[in-house]
């Protein structure tokens, strides 16, 4: 039971940061583009590179509760 207990607040917790991050980047580049509207493309590339690795955090966080979860 603490295993288990424990992956599922490792996921949880690594969605939930990823979460924040995408979000906290996302207000900036529209911020930065409110600024900046010509350099509205460079700025969506950077975003998009940021939300994807930040993504990739809560998919490896995932995986990982999902490996203690099953592994025994």
Do not use: D
Not at 17 to 29: L, R, V
Not at 55 to 72: D, P, Q
């Amino acid at each position: 039971m603490g295993n288990v207990a424990f992956a599922a607040s490792l996921a949880l917790l690594a969605c939930v940061t990823a979460g924040i991050g995408i979000s906290y980047a996302t207000a900036k580049a529209v911020e930065a583009v409110a600024r900046q509207p010509e350099a509205s493309s460079k700025i969506q590339t950077v975003m998009l590179l940021g939300a994807a690795l930040a993504e990739a955090t809560a998919i490896y966080g995932f995986v990982i509760a999902l490996l203690m979860i099953l592994v025994k």
